[in-house]
């Protein structure tokens, strides 16, 4: 009754990402061929156009240059270095945008074009953002150079637009603090917090919706269409039912992980999940179904687990909703499924 797990697909980076930072280190003296070789990243895939890196790699090239050059805040620094073309399109849409606001929320929504893997949420009300952005891999431990350089990255952007004295109200992020903390707020001039559920940025004021951009605006409806022609590219090129299907399967919670938060990490709009889905004949509840019974399936089948332990490891609140749901799926309830199971086994 169980079936075979299904791949997900590799977080991954775009190769002109990894391209634009191995310049600045290249520049600064380091060893590139070493570092892509530590890295085990070839280097055709930061050469070639449309070639992907693996996350994972990427991150761990961005230790290992901190690491050997014993520059604890790397990331940080180099955050403060970098330009708009560091990241592609999505950099000068930036700069582009209308207001703030929108550049924010535009970044968000089009961060898959350039990065996989990733979680980036946009909490807006009528007077701040909470942009936040988070790598998902739990086996991506060491990632602070990453973070660091992120959302300085993001907020010289930001900077850019509202003025380079501009302060946003917190900063957030994922690590514990190193070093000195002056060697933050010398580059964020606001309160940073470490520990945090996320990397992240809170901003607020007429900061947001004030029109302002630092290149022509005209390139901000082109540049938006070029994007979604690429998502929908990509998108297409792929199974989209095993990569959600995957997805769903690499988690250990998958009953708590809403639409939104899967298209995300696909780099999609839930219009644009949805859309794919349906063109395959299902939709994210049918497949998220279609896993959480074939694991509560296994569970059931080989182990000792308690029907109650099984249902919170798949993410539900209630053990109740779990029977419901199961029984719904195989028309038995989980103690049914599991005496019919082991009386199936008997010699």
Known sequence: MSQNRTEWAEASISGFVVRALLGRLRSEGFDIDLLLKDAHINAAQVDTPDQSVPLKNYVRLFEIAANTSRTPHLGLRLSQEMGPDSLGIIGYLFLSAPTLKDALERTRAYIGTIQTGVENKVVATDKSVFWSYRILDPSIRSRRQDSEYSIGLILKLIRTLAGSRYVPDEIHFEHAKVGSLDRYTSVFGAPVYFEQPANAILISGDVLTQPRHAIDPRLFPVLQHQLKARIETTASRANTVDQVKGYLESLSAPAATSQKTVAQVLGLSEATLRRHL??????????????????????????????????????????????????????????????????????
């Open 278 to 347: 349906r063109r395959r004949s299902t939709n994210f509840k049918a497949i998220a179904d279609q896993v959480c019974f074939s694991l509560s399936a296994r569970h059931l089948e080989a182990s000792d687990m308690t029907i109650t332990e099984i249902a919170h490891l798949l993410g539900y609140a209630e053990t109740a909703c779990f029977i419901r749901a199961f029984q719904r799926w195989a028309n038995k309830t989980p103690a049914a499924y599991r005496r019919a199971y082991f009386l199936s086994q008997r010699p």
